[in-house]
C-alpha cells in the first residue's frame, strides 16, 4: 500500500526558511520508475506544482522559485524533503507530497499540511 | 514557460455529459492527466496519458487529446462529480496545472 505523509511545521514567520518532510512508504524512492513531487494550493486557490525529485536523483524545480526551493531525498529514511528560504505571507498554503511520474501522472497524494505565514 | 488554459467554471444537469477543456501550444504533442478535489479533500487522478482510468475511477470519466486542446467528458454526470478539476501536463521535466475548472451540477 503506498501512502506519503507529510510533517512540518504550522506556522512560519516572514523570513523564515520553511523545511517540510515527506515519509512516503509501499513503493522506492530509488528503484521503482517513480519519483515524488511537492504542490501548493494557496487557500482557495489552484493547485501549484514546486518541484520533483525523479528516481535517479534528479532535480526539477518551478522556474520562479527556483532560487528558493531545495528538494532532497534520504532514500534509507523512505523520506523527501523540500526547502523553501524566505517565507512570505503569500506562501501560506496546503503543500502535499505527490507520488508520480510523467506517464503515470500524480497517483498517490499526501493528505496535505497547511502552512501559515504570519509574524 | 509553459501554460494550461481551463475554463473558470462549467455547469451541467444531472445525468448530462460534462466537458472540460484545458488547453495549451501543441498540447497534443504532450501527454495531459486529470484530476479533481472535492473541498476539504486531496485531488485524485481520473485520468493519465490523455485517455486512460486509473483502476476505481468510473467509466463515465474519459479523457481526449487533439491540437491544442485536451478534453475531459463526464458522461451521465452525478451529483457526486462536482468538485474542481484540474488538467496537468509534463514540459520537458517541469510540471504544469491548469488553473483548474469548478464543476457544478444543477
Known amino acids: 500500500q503506498v501512502t506519503l505523509k507529510e510533517s512540518g511545521p504550522v506556522l512560519v514567520k516572514p523570513t523564515e526558511t520553511l523545511t517540510l518532510t515527506c515519509a512516503v512508504s509501499g513503493f522506492s524512492l530509488s528503484n521503482d520508475r517513480m519519483g515524488v513531487t511537492w504542490i501548493r494550493q494557496p487557500p482557495g486557490g489552484a493547485l501549484e506544482w514546486l518541484a520533483h525529485i525523479f528516481s535517479n536523483d534528479e532535480k526539477s524545480y518551478l522556474t520562479s522559485l527556483k532560487s528558493r526551493l531545495t528538494i532532497s531525498r534520504d532514500t534509507s529514511k523512505s523520506q523527501v524533503v523540500l526547502s523553501m528560504t524566505n517565507m512570505d505571507p503569500v506562501d501560506t498554503a496546503t503543500y502535499y507530497c505527490?507520488?508520480?511520474?510523467?506517464?503515470?501522472?500524480?497517483?498517490?497524494w499526501g493528505q496535505g499540511t497547511l502552512v501559515t505565514v504570519s509574524s | 514557460s509553459y501554460e494550461l488554459t481551463q475554463p473558470p467554471s462549467v455547469s451541467v444537469s444531472p445525468g448530462q455529459a460534462a466537458n472540460i477543456t484545458c488547453s495549451g501550444d501543441?498540447?497534443?504533442?504532450?501527454?495531459t492527466f486529470w484530476y479533481h478535489q472535492k473541498p476539504g479533500q486531496s485531488p485524485v487522478l481520473v485520468i493519465y496519458q490523455d485517455t486512460k482510468r486509473p483502476s476505481g475511477i468510473p467509466e463515465r470519466f474519459s479523457g481526449s487529446n487533439s491540437g491544442n486542446t485536451a478534453t475531459l467528458t463526464i458522461s451521465g454526470t452525478q451529483a457526486m462529480d462536482e468538485a474542481d478539476y484540474y488538467c496537468q501536463a509534463w514540459d520537458y521535466t517541469t510540471v504544469v496545472f491548469g488553473g483548474g475548472t469548478k464543476l457544478t451540477v444543477l
Open positions: 501543441n498540447l497534443d504533442d504532450k501527454y
Open positions: 505527490v507520488r508520480g511520474s510523467s506517464s503515470s501522472g500524480f497517483d498517490y
